[in-house]
């Protein structure tokens, strides 16, 4: 891969358009992501977030637009392709391995891996989440909501990406467990993992975020960084009212 130009985002989706057959779900979505930032886009069910964060990947493919990774264009890239280059998506429903031990499902994460070292990566996921560590021989289906996320974050991480896709991470998750799981999110921005997260959860999302998008039946309706997103009185009618402040990170 070339050189990343500087002031070239990680992540730049130019007039993105998915279509269902005859159902657009995205109709011309733009947006940056900045390296080592957190980038947060909310919407409501049905918004296009899942869509958005599956065309990225390349699960899907769209109809017109572009998305650039480190100024590339992934056109026709495959999406365990895009997986060997830096990115990786936490699906929405985590899909785990149900009948197949925490340990077996953080070794799947490494699969695309050329090289080795994947044990010592499987010890810093063990670091980062002692409760997997206590729990590596405990069938995944057996898990608790919040230790599957941190699994399915987990088995991510064994992929070493660069550039992480988290889905709605807090879905069906209380209040604390969410708190926990955001600020796992912060410390990977911190040690240079650059995040696109997808949530419902607007204040929570943006109290950690850089940047935020709202996405309005597939169409961006407002942009900004994030700490004015939060501020912003349109928004928080729709997006922000009734949260409280327990969900806040
Ligand atoms: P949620 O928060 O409920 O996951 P979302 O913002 O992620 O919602 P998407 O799942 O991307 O939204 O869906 C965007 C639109 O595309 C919706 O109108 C949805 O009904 C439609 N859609 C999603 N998946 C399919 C599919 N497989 N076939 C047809 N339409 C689909």
Known sequence: ????????????????????????????????????????????????????????MGILTPAAGEVFYAGEPLRGVPPEARVARGITLVPERRELFASMTVADNLQLGAYTRRRGGWRSDLDGVYARFPRLAERRRQLAGTLSGGEQQMLAIGRALMARPRLLLLDEPSLGLAPLIVRD?????????????????????????????DEGYVLETGRVRLSGPAHELARDEALGASYLGGEGRAQGA
């Not at 070239?8 to 159902?23: A, I, S």
């Not at 799981?181 to 975020?209: C, D, F, K, P, Y």
């Open 1 to 56: 891969m070339t050189a990343q130009l500087a002031g070239t985002p990680l992540l730049e989706v130019r007039g993105l358009h998915t279509r269902y057959g005859r159902v657009e779900a995205l109709g011309g979505v733009s947006l940056e992501v900045p390296a080592e930032h957190i980038v947060s886009v909310i919407g409501a069910n049905g918004a296009g977030k899942t869509t958005l964060l599956n065309s990225v």
């Open 181 to 209: 799981i955001l600020r796992i999110v912060q410390g990977l921005r911190e040690e240079g993992v650059t995040v696109l997260l997808v949530e419902q959860n607007a204040r929570a999302s943006l109290a950690i975020s």
